[in-house]
């Protein structure tokens, strides 16, 4: 179940460069457990890093020139830090990042690096954070600044946002950033802080994967996000955070009928949020998994970027008696949900979902029992 692993970065850079990297770094990608659509108003997430990374074995140039070999795709790319220049593929991640730190006032030089993971990419797992995330820390091993996880995953979706052209909110870089062993993170998205939730013991998390794909670049994302500015500016608050659900029905009027739906699925979610964290603190998995459920049907139903394959997968997983809730995760359209299931039942569970998603779908899914990892470090 748990897929392959990143290919050796040190031994191929040793390989590809002559000589040995000085350092290898790694970030993971994420699963999000609940609090959906919620990071860009401003509201509160629950998601968790997980054992699927991106690693970078890195050496510092005395120059700013950065020369990197993607393991995976066997592609090389070069570009100068201080003059990085759009293109397309996956080496605008390094450049966006680079323009993001030195546009934060951090004086950079260039590495060299060859890097590889296990992140399924498109898959709402986060896989562009975690490169990110490793390209952040490659540059801290070349440039000498202070690894504040907070502000370098701003910098990072700064990069998303300005560089990739993805609005997308803090969730995805600050999960990558600041995980922790064992632990999920309740991160309140206006202030940034980030309380580490432990895992109802005797629970575990499978990430179920539809293998469909939609990228966000240019998908319906952005358009989500407008729709919940819009209906901010009609209600006269900074952010939707700001809202009750009571004070959400009373404004009712004020909005068109799409827009209520999207705006009471932010304002519940938000709710869900925060109860699912103290049902983990109670050791309640039940009640985890049914707030599970109930964000699945919202996302669904209200906030409408489920799919024909993530509902099918999500009713596969809620079909089975060691299966405590599902939902799809990330920002949905494609790709993964999510599933809280008995620890004792884990490999029955992905074994049933995986036949009864392939009896549904006709495709071929990938099921993944997850542990929570510790953030963008050192090896
Ligand atoms: C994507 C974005 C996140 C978040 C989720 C939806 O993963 O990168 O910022 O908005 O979608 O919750």
Redesign the pocket.
Known sequence: MTGAEPADVAAAFRERFGAPAQAVVRAPGRV?LI??????NEGF?LPMAIDREVRMAVRPRTDGRVVVRALDVGEEAEFEVDAPTKGRGWSEYLKGVAWSLAWAGIELRGFEAAFSGNVPRGS?L?SSAALELAVARAFHVSSSFEWEPERIARICQRAENEWLG?R?????QLASAAGQEGHALLIDCRSLAVDPVPLPSGSAVLVLDTSTRRA?VGSD?NERREQCEEAARRLSVASLRELTRERLEAQAHLLTPLLLRRVRHVVAENDRTLAAAAAMRAGDASRLGELMNESHISLRDDFEVSSKALDAMVSCARSQPGCLGARLT??GFAGCAVALVTAEAASAVAAAVGDCYRTASGREPQIYLCRAAAGAGLI
Request: net charge negative; aromatic share 10%.
């Open positions: 999000n609090g959906e659509h919620t990071d860009y997430v709402g986060s993805v997308s909110g803090i969730m995805d966000l994302y990330g920002a």
